[in-house]
């Protein structure tokens, strides 16, 4: 039944994973195992799409059904076996309202243990400094596909470096238009091009190593 749920989420087959998660959640087994599994499920979706073995629609499926499994999952952990890595704030940079790739991550972070403050879209520096003050995060998470992204990127960076803040805080930069010259010029700590890859360098940049 282990390999079957695995299997079902890296197939797509979503009536067959739920199936299973209820019936292994039912049968008493640790929610945290279950937790476990997806995680591995979702990391070989994500090589094949590192691979380009499966594109955008179907790493956005396997994040849905993951999501509907932590509805089937969450509620049976008791708040002390959540075993915390890490907290990141996170948010679609301002001029810039696409999330799907943000909202991918934040499935796949909260799933690797990571606590997740979601800002939304659209998100003014002043926010983003206002969550790092008051949040006190490992990571702060900017999501942007469009051309203005960059901008608000470096913005927001700047706005923590004038607040006092960068110091205490590592930066990654996601979407489409992330990479390496973009991470250099807005001053970001790490860039990645996909949801996988992200929750991956995340744990890099505070020290988690697998």
């Known amino acids: 039944m282990v390999e079957d749920l695995v299997k079902s989420m890296v197939d797509m087959n979503e009536q067959e994973a739920l ?15 279950v937790l476990e599994l997806c995680k ?3 990391a070989a979706v994500g090589e ?3 691979k380009r073995e499966y594109f955008l629609s179907e790493l956005v499926f396997a994040a849905e059904v993951l999501k509907k499994i932590m509805e089937l999952t969450l509620p049976k952990l008791e708040k002390e076996e959540v075993r915390r890595v890490g907290t990141i704030v996170l948010g679609t940079v301002q001029g810039d309202v696409h999330d799907i ?4 991550f934040k499935v796949l ?10 800002l939304g879209i659209d998100v003014p520096c002043e926010r983003f400094v206002e969550a790092v003050r008051t949040r006190n995060p490992d990571i702060v998470g900017m999501s942007g ?14 706005a923590l470096k004038d607040a006092g803040l960068r110091h205490g805080v590592k930066v990654i930069i996601g979407g489409g238009r992330a990479d390496e010259s973009v991470k ?18 995340c744990k890099e940049l505070i020290g988690i190593k697998e």
């Not at 292994?24 to 195992?33: I, S, V």
């Not at 790739?101 to 991918?104: E, F, H, Q, V």
């Not at 596909?145 to 700047?158: E, P, Q, R």
């Not at 250099?184 to 992200?198: C, E, H, M, R, V």
């Open 184 to 201: 250099q010029y807005s001053g970001a700590d790490a860039w990645a091009d996909d949801a996988a890859k992200g929750v991956r360098l």
């Open 40 to 42: 591995d499920a979702m």
């Open 145 to 158: 596909l469009v051309t203005a992204s960059v901008g608000s990127m470096k913005k927001t960076i700047d």
């Open 48 to 50: 094949k799409f590192e």
């Open 101 to 104: 790739g943000k909202n991918i």
């Open 109 to 118: 972070a909260e799933a690797s243990g990571f606590e997740l403050i979601d």
């Open 19 to 33: 199936r299973i998660t209820m019936e292994m959640l039912e049968g008493g087994k640790d929610p945290l195992k």
